[in-house]
């Protein structure tokens, strides 16, 4: 289990989606089949990763419902109104399932794909903005819950730190990343992983910065809070 705490939220995966992620025989295959694992598990419509150039954007990524297919999606026309309306002016995620205080423009995008929820993250390097994922939810019943949303927010996270990596050279490159030195350079979010037994087998750097006196191998309960059981709200556990 790989357990993940980033400012306000805190949330819990299976290593091997990770593993799908970085392990695959090329960044392009990991992409693919972690979104296969986002849409089977969280049930959207519609998934897609769109890089952002100056004179364009471009959908790098697609992944759509086979059981019910999303409207079709006019991706300049999505971007420019959610830029439009800046949607990440106080974060890189932004999820609606009410969209009845948004403007007329952006009710009017929403309701021609028929969406019911959406969540929309922004691509980072540096500050400076290299794309998007947009999930979304055409039936009401399968809209995500706040859990699922911190989970999609960590994989899309892992998702942006490849994008970064691939589009340095302005395009998509094949290459093989080291898993640990993607988890030490998200510097705002702490990351640790522990097998069946809670047992601690990784740290990145910013949760050993957060937590010095960790020892890696020891109990997490132990060696990060000094307690004698897991604790009671532990996600894992759970």
């Known amino acids: 289990i790989i357990v993940i705490e980033g400012g306000d939220f805190m949330s819990t995966l299976n290593i091997s989606v990770v593993d799908m992620l970085f392990q695959s025989s090329s960044i392009s295959k990991g992409i ?11 049930s959207p419509e ?4 769109i890089e952002d150039k100056k004179e364009n954007v471009i959908i790098n990524y697609e992944w759509t419902n086979p059981q019910h297919m999303a409207k079709e999606i006019h991706v300049d026309e999505y971007i420019e109104i959610i830029k439009t309306h800046d949607h990440f002016s106080d974060s890189e995620i932004f999820f609606r399932s ?3 205080q948004m403007s007329i423009e952006e009710k009017s ?12 993250y922004e691509l ?4 400076k903005t290299i794309g998007y994922m947009i999930y979304i939810w055409c039936d009401k019943d399968v809209i995500p819950e706040l859990v699922d949303i911190y989970d999609m927010h ?6 942006n730190e490849n994008v970064r990596r691939e589009i340095k050279d302005d395009r998509f490159v094949e290459n093989e990343v080291n898993i ?7 510097p705002s979010t702490s990351v640790y992983v522990v097998d069946d037994d809670f047992q601690l087998l990784y ?25 004698s059981v897991s604790c009671r709200s532990c996600l894992k556990a759970q």
Not at 124 to 127: E, L
Not at 180 to 186: F, G, I
Not at 206 to 225: A, M, R, S, W
Request: proline share 1%; charged share 30%; hydrophobic share 40%.
């Open 46 to 49: 519609y998934i897609g990763l």
């Open 124 to 127: 980072r390097d540096v500050g």
């Open 32 to 42: 693919e089949k972690v979104l296969d694992y986002l849409g089977d598990t969280f």
């Open 180 to 186: 640990s030195v993607v988890l030490n350079q998200l």
């Open 109 to 120: 995008l929403y309701e021609k794909i028929e969406a019911k929820a959406v969540l929309e």
């Open 203 to 227: 740290a990145n750097e910013t949760f050993k910065k957060n937590v010095p006196h960790l020892v890696i191998g020891e109990k997490c309960y132990e060696t990060i809070l000094g307690k």
């Open 154 to 159: 960590i994989v899309t996270k892992l998702i």
């Open 98 to 100: 009410d969209f009845s």
